[in-house]
């Protein structure tokens, strides 16, 4: 590839990577806020749960640019019934602490495997963009494309961690994080069903 073309491909898969995690960085400024108020996830499980869901990802966008299907597009909708299901498990939580008088613990995913496993859930949706792309890419194009996506996986970890070290952020979760935590989660289900096409 020449240097003219290395550059294309470079802003164009970065562009694509901004735009299809666009809502990852609000997962991952409430999972690293909730790191820092309720001391888990462990920063280093953030960053690895990220990578390897990303990389699961990858892989199947992968598999489906050569032909294998993993999951149905039709049946990506219910991708958005985690995040959906933590937050209103959250939310019921959090209502039976008020009338009880405790209060409840933001913390969502509480390790690796759960950060994973949102990772997987959040950007599941992002296979059916990633797929052509791939598919229509040379092996050096592939290459160059998952490196840049690698690069900004870890730009968008570094900016959820920078985000949660602001104050007034880190004062609002204590003092609302039972009731704020778990709207950002329902929200991004209903946010998932609608990119799915299931509100339709």
Not at 4 to 26: K, Y
Not at 43 to 59: K, M, N, P, R
Not at 144 to 162: D, E, K, Q, W
Request: charge should be positive; hydrophobic fraction near 55%; include cysteine.
């Amino acid at each position: 590839m020449l240097a003219g073309e290395i550059a294309a491909a470079v802003l164009t898969s970065f562009a694509v990577f901004a735009v299809t995690n666009a809502d990852d960085i609000v997962v991952l400024t409430v999972l690293n806020v909730t790191s820092r108020v309720g001391g888990r996830p462990l920063s280093w499980q953030i960053w690895a749960g990220q990578y390897a869901g990303f990389a699961v990802l990858i892989a199947a966008s992968l598999a489906a640019a050569g032909g294998l299907f993993l999951v149905p597009p039709g049946w990506l909708w219910l991708l958005g019934l985690l995040p959906l299901g933590m937050g209103l498990y959250k939310l019921v939580t959090a209502i039976r602490a008020r009338r009880a008088g405790e209060s409840v613990s933001p913390v969502v995913v509480t390790g690796l495997a759960g950060v994973i496993g949102l990772t997987i859930v959040n950007g599941g949706d992002n296979v059916s963009v990633y797929t052509p792309i791939f598919r229509t890419s040379s092996l050096s194009g592939i290459g160059l494309t998952v490196a840049v996506f690698m690069a900004g996986t870890a730009l968008y970890c570094l900016a959820g961690s920078r985000f949660a070290t602001r104050p007034v952020v880190t004062r609002f979760i204590e003092r609302w994080g039972q009731w704020i935590i778990p709207a950002v989660f329902i929200l991004i289900g209903i946010y998932i069903f609608h990119k799915t096409g299931a509100l339709k």
